[in-house]
């Protein structure tokens, strides 16, 4: 459970973006959107290598 404690004249806008941005780093959102479609072990694995090889390309052109 996310608690945003609110002192005595604090602005509402200010509090729910704090709710919002507490909300958004428990990463709850993203796991749903995950779990919406069953992924195959093999196919998440593929993605993951594609991404290093992504990841290490881009350092690589950071470096020349």
Same mark, same amino acid.
């Given at each position: 459970?996310?608690?945003?404690?609110?002192?005595?004249? $604090?602005?509402?806008?200010?509090?729910?973006?704090? *709710?919002?941005?507490? *909300?958004?780093?428990?990463?709850?959102?993203?796991?749903?959107?995950?779990?919406?479609? *069953?992924?195959?072990?093999?196919?998440?694995?593929?993605?993951?290598?594609?991404?290093?090889?992504?990841?290490?390309?881009?350092?690589?052109?950071? $470096?020349?």
């Amino acid at each position: 459970m996310i608690i945003v404690p609110i002192k005595e004249g $604090e602005n509402i806008e200010k509090a729910l973006k704090k *709710f919002k941005r507490k *909300f958004e780093k428990t990463g709850a959102i993203r796991e749903l959107r995950a779990r919406k479609q *069953f992924v195959k072990p093999s196919v998440k694995r593929r993605d993951e290598i594609k991404k290093a090889i992504y990841v290490q390309h881009l350092q690589l052109q950071d $470096e020349q």
